[in-house]
C-alpha cells in the first residue's frame, strides 16, 4: 500500500511539472504578479491616502485592542488588593507606578511616581491624590527602597529616612507598614506600599515580607502585560 502511494506521489509531481514546461506557469506568475502591481499603482493613484488611512485603522485597532487589555488586568489588579487587605490584615493598601514626567531643560525625563490603586478598610478616607506625579528626586524613600528592595517597621522609623513622607503617611494615621519594589521583566514597575493603624502579632515583619512578595509577582505580571 506505501509503495502504490509513494508512485502515484511521483506520478503527480511528474504531472504538474509536465504542466509547467507545458504552459510556461513561470511567464503566467510573472504576469500575475505585473497585473497585481499595475492595481496597486492604479489604487494608489485613485486614493493616494489609502496606504495611510489603512495604517491609522491599524493603530486605532491596536490601541483599543490594548486599551480592553489594560482595563481587564486594571480589575484584576484592583480586586487582587480588596482581597489581600483582608488576607493581611491590613488598613491599606496602595500601589504607586513609576513613570516619566516632563522633561528638564537638557531633555531627560523626570521621574515620578503615582498612586494608581488603593483600597483601604471601612472607616478610612482614600489618599491616593495625595501621591500624584511625585518627583522621585523628592523621596529619600524611595531610594531606600530601590536600595534594599523591602521595608517593613513602624512608622517612626521612616522619620529618619524621609521626614516628608513620615509627615504624609502621619496623617492618614499610619502606625505601621511594609513595602517593597514591584519588579518587572527589565526594570522596576510600581512601589507596594501595605500599611496597618495599629501594630499586632499578624503584621510580623517576616510574614507580612513573604506575604506582599506574593502579591506583588501577580501584580508585576498584570502590570507587565499592560506595557505590551
Known sequence: MNIDNTERGIG???RVLG???K???RHFLKAAFVILLIA???GFLKNPYAPFEWYDAWKEKQHQEQMDLRAVNNDKIQHLIEKSLYKIEADRIMILELHNGNESIGGLPFNKCSATFEYMDNGLYPCAE???NQQLSLIPFASHLFSKGYFCGDLKDLESIDRGLYHK???NGTEHFAACVIEGIDKPLAFLIV???TKTEAHNCDLVREQIRHISLEIAVLLELNRR
Open 130 to 132: 495625595l501621591y500624584q
Open 12 to 14: 503527480w509531481f511528474e
Open 169 to 171: 503617611m502621619a496623617s
Open 23 to 25: 504552459y510556461k506557469i
Open 40 to 42: 496597486a499603482i492604479v
Open 19 to 21: 504542466l509547467v514546461e
Open 195 to 197: 500599611s496597618f493603624k
